[in-house]
């Protein structure tokens, strides 16, 4: 069995329709961790280091995608194909990466465009690695929106 990471519930049941029995199919609902509001969430003297936190909400999405990797044969990264899809692709892998669920298993990524049955099926077959720079540009625009945008929220 492979478990898919799509971002939304509609999307999540609609692909697994599309891919069958074989396929574990689950929602991370956007974002699964984020960097908490608290002062040093991001430390510009630490080459930028960030801390990242899950709330309630993201600790159970990530408790049942952790629950199902664990018995599967591999992961499939399905994000959507822009940077915030990407870096959802990357906390995931982080994540399981910390909680020792992927072990040997093999890690894909896979985008589509539209949500039908050819091109869910077409992106299956061409998987690749995360664009890390796709997920560094994500990084730098939230240091920035963390560092930049709490300080001029006041104002």
């Known amino acids: 069995m492979i478990v ?89 892998l982080e994540v399981l990466q910390k909680k020792k669920a992927i072990k040997d298993k093999t890690v894909q990524r896979v985008t589509f465009n539209a949500i039908t049955k050819a091109s869910v099926l077409d992106a299956m077959a061409h998987p690749r690695d995360i664009d890390m720079e796709l997920v560094e540009a994500y990084l730098a625009r939230r240091a920035l929106d963390y560092l930049v945008g709490f300080t001029l929220s006041p104002v």
């Open 4 to 92: 898919v990471v799509v971002e939304s519930p509609a999307k999540a049941k609609t692909i697994n329709k599309y891919l069958g029995s074989g396929y574990t199919v689950l929602a991370s609902y956007g974002h699964i961790r984020d960097l908490p509001s608290k002062d040093g969430s991001v430390e510009p003297d630490n080459d930028f280091a960030m801390t990242w936190e899950a709330d309630a909400k993201g600790a159970k999405r990530i408790g049942d995608i952790v629950d199902a990797v664990k018995g599967a044969d591999g992961v499939i990264l399905a994000t959507d194909p822009d940077r915030e899809g990407e870096a959802i692709s990357w906390h995931v």
